[in-house]
């Protein structure tokens, strides 16, 4: 019968023989020892990280090497992705705000014609318990809107939305939607969305005030589309009916 091997000794195989029988004593002892000693030890803990202040522009440039488009599209991927660390998912209510705003905001600089992270901002990040986090991301949706209204008006039209139905706060969301108003000329943008400001207003009980706009809106000659006249014309009539 052939003898078991498990080491070369000078280019040679040593058979077990050869080991030290008290090796085979202390070996269950060592494994029974590292069980013991794991068991004991605490587990360890995934520690959720928190959110980073955005990096300089000159670091950002850096890291950009010619393509800003390419650098935003990664930079939102990763805060996207950032509520899911290793081991542990944080909750959008429990990251800093403030700081998401100014990742936000460095992103969308990066590569201004950008729709996701006002469609973040305004439908993602809106879907907190918390008012005042709400509020910090309608207040960057309106701020950027501001820069292209024509191209951002869907998502100050959802800010509105949020505003009226998450908040409550009739007040704001009717500041939202006179924006629309005020800085998307006909044609840009749909009548239901230029129209917010109207249906705002009866939701405050503000009939007459919402009778006042609609007259001023047909007469300014603003409005060229067909249909949007029709529809304005037919529901000032009812509003006059019903008053």
Known sequence: MRHLHIF???????????VPGLVFLLLPLLVISQVVINDRLPARQAVAQSLPRPAHPDMLDLAAFGDNTALSKYLMLWLQAFDNQPGVSIPFSQLDYDRLRDWLQVIL????????????ASRIYTEVPDPDKKRIMLSFVEEQFMQQPRQRWPWMAHAVYVAKHQLQDLDLALKLARKIREHVPSGEAPAWARQMEIYVLEDMDQIESAMVL???????????????????????EKLKESN
């Open 109 to 120: 600089g990066l590569d201004p014609r950008a729709h996701y992270p006002l469609l973040s």
């Open 8 to 18: 070369r000794s000078g280019g040679r195989e040593r058979p077990l023989k050869y």
């Open 214 to 236: 609609m007259g001023g809106l047909l007469e300014s000659g603003q409005i060229r589309d067909e249909n949007e006249l029709h529809y304005l014309k037919y529901k000032l």
